[in-house]
């Protein structure tokens, strides 16, 4: 119903989107917006919402990253329609992808596709704006080594949040000091280069041709090692896709032996979100290198 969308967002939309809403049916948004189906007498959007002051800029960042994405023109990426700020709300209009059934080129498809997105370089790691990986901030500020930005802009802000909230002690703080200083032989160094950020199956739906599409990024140029990293810690992944993705752009020898390290990242950041389990696999790993 229309009537579930904030009338402040509404009344917004009214003036920014060039046809006046019909309905409205959640169908999405995660446990930090709301979301749903937007009916326009035009087509269907895809409308999400949070609060502004809880999160501030989210969706502006997102945008951002969206239209970097699709700017590369490698994999099909939601069209961004506005986004803005109605009362002490946020709300971000992305075009509406209808999931369908995957091709069968569907896996051997994503794997070329990402590797062909993981050729756009840049200078440095990180990017020209901090953005958010789920409800968190995420810092990208600029840098030269892999290793110092994998270090100060990913892993430091985790532990540092975790450590504040008394989700880890200091005995699992200094395991993290101790492999600092170890990462500068264990991590290759590579062109920086522009990854998703937070590539887990939940983040990859099928368009209307059955083709991927990627949503809800963490973008920045950093090591695609610790995105590759990341499709295997929730799983869902085929092995059509990690096959086609080393067909068209190798791996440096080795790379699975380093996918836990890279992983430290998103484990920590379900460490702050969510705590229980994740603290445990986190010193494991954590062990093994140290």
């Given at each position: 119903?229309?009537?579930s969308?904030?009338?402040?967002?509404?009344?917004?939309?009214?003036?920014?989107?060039?046809?006046?809403?019909?309905?409205?049916?959640?169908?999405?948004?995660?446990?930090?917006?709301?979301?749903?189906?937007?009916?326009?007498?035009?087509g269907?959007?895809?409308?999400k919402?949070?609060?502004?002051?809880k999160?501030?800029?989210?969706?502006?960042?997102?945008?951002?990253?969206?239209?970097?994405?699709?700017?590369?023109?490698?994999?099909?990426?939601?069209?961004?329609?506005?986004?803005?700020?109605?009362?002490?709300?946020?709300?971000?209009?992305?075009?509406?992808?209808?999931?369908?059934?995957?091709?069968?080129?569907?896996?051997?498809?994503?794997?070329q596709?990402?590797?062909?997105?993981?050729?756009?370089?840049?200078?440095?790691?990180?990017?020209?704006?901090?953005?958010?990986?789920?409800?968190?901030?995420?810092?990208?500020t600029?840098?030269?080594?892999?290793?110092?930005?994998?270090?100060?802009?990913?892993l430091?802000?985790?532990?540092?949040l975790?450590?504040?909230?008394?989700?880890?002690n200091?005995?699992?703080?200094?395991?993290?000091?101790?492999?600092?200083?170890?990462?500068?032989?264990?991590?290759?160094?590579?062109?920086?280069?522009l990854?998703?950020?937070?590539?887990?199956?939940?983040?990859?739906?099928?368009?209307d041709?059955?083709?991927?599409?990627?949503?809800?990024?963490?973008?920045?140029?950093?090591?695609?090692e610790?995105?590759?990293?990341?499709?295997?810690?929730?799983?869902?992944?085929?092995?059509?896709?990690?096959?086609?993705?080393?067909?068209?752009?190798?791996?440096?020898?080795?790379?699975?032996?380093?996918?836990?390290?890279?992983n430290?990242?998103?484990?920590?950041?379900?460490?702050?979100?969510?705590?229980?389990?994740?603290?445990?696999?986190?010193?494991?790993?954590?062990?093994?290198?140290?």
């Amino acid at each position: 119903m229309l009537s579930s969308v904030p009338s402040v967002i509404l009344k917004q939309l009214e003036e920014s989107v060039s046809s006046n809403p019909t309905d409205f049916s959640f169908c999405g948004g995660g446990c930090i917006n709301h979301g749903g189906r937007l009916k326009t007498r035009t087509g269907d959007l895809f409308l999400k919402w949070n609060d502004a002051a809880k999160f501030p800029g989210m969706f502006i960042a997102e945008a951002k990253g969206l239209k970097l994405l699709r700017n590369a023109g490698d994999i099909y990426i939601p069209e961004v329609i506005t986004e803005g700020v109605a009362g002490s709300l946020q709300f971000l209009v992305l075009e509406f992808v209808e999931e369908h059934p995957q091709a069968g080129t569907y896996w051997t498809d994503l794997g070329q596709q990402l590797a062909n997105l993981h050729k756009h370089t840049a200078p440095t790691y990180g990017l020209d704006h901090a953005n958010y990986i789920g409800s968190l901030p995420q810092q990208n500020t600029r840098t030269e080594k892999w290793t110092d930005f994998f270090i100060t802009q990913r892993l430091e802000a985790q532990v540092k949040l975790a450590l504040d909230r008394g989700k880890i002690n200091v005995d699992t703080v200094m395991l993290f000091s101790i492999l600092y200083n170890k990462l500068g032989d264990l991590l290759p160094e590579e062109k920086p280069c522009l990854l998703h950020g937070d590539l887990w199956s939940g983040n990859l739906i099928t368009n209307d041709k059955g083709r991927p599409c990627l949503i809800d990024p963490a973008v920045y140029y950093g090591h695609r090692e610790a995105e590759i990293a990341f499709t295997t810690l929730f799983g869902g992944f085929s092995d059509e896709f990690y096959n086609s993705y080393h067909e068209a752009f190798a791996l440096a020898p080795g790379y699975a032996e380093r996918f836990d390290i890279y992983n430290l990242y998103p484990l920590m950041v379900h460490v702050n979100l969510f705590g229980g389990g994740y603290v445990s696999q986190v010193v494991s790993i954590l062990r093994q290198w140290v």
